[in-house]
């Protein structure tokens, strides 16, 4: 059975990524998936210090937080799910602190199937465009194979919870339904 691991990185309670990430686990585990999410909003990763600590000490970071808890899980992860609203255009500080953060273990990232999740304020598609470029950035760095599988549009979504009214809601749903288990 393939493990799916969804980090979601919005921190407001309501959120409309979150909420749609929950959908995809749904329709993930409807296919057949074992799922965990992980919501970074309870234990924010700190930021990296580029000081190398983890690359002497078996990928441990010399901070004690929620990057060391879920090493391993992210390492043996089959699926990838990256959820987070738009910010100024591009992804979440928080989603590029968690993906900063794997530096140490990044190479070893089992996951050749990445999904993105994203709302925005802005109506447009194109509101996701600097936010898939950031991630399509992490997934050349994962190697050979591993790509973005999947891209949930939730546009046009500006307050908390819109997001459950929008075409996003059933279409997360079904993404994550299509996987195969
Ligand atoms: C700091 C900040 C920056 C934002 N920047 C953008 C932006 O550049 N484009 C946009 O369409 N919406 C922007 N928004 C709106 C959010 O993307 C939108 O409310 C989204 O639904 C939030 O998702 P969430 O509920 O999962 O946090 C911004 C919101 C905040 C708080």
Redesign the pocket.
Known sequence: MKKALII?T???S???????ASQFAAGAEDAGLSVETVLLADSEPGFCQACYYCLSHSGQCFQQDIMNSIREKLVEADVLVF????????M?GQMKTFIDRTIAFYKRIAAREVYLIA????P?SS?VDGTIKGLQGFIECLGDGAKLAGVVL??G???????RHSAAYDEAYQMGRSIQP
């Open positions: 979601c919005s921190p407001r309501g959120s409309n990524s979150t909420l749609l959820a987070t609203p738009v910010y100024f255009y591009g979440s709302t925005s304020g802005d447009r509101a939730g546009t979504v500006s307050e908390a919870g819109d997001a």
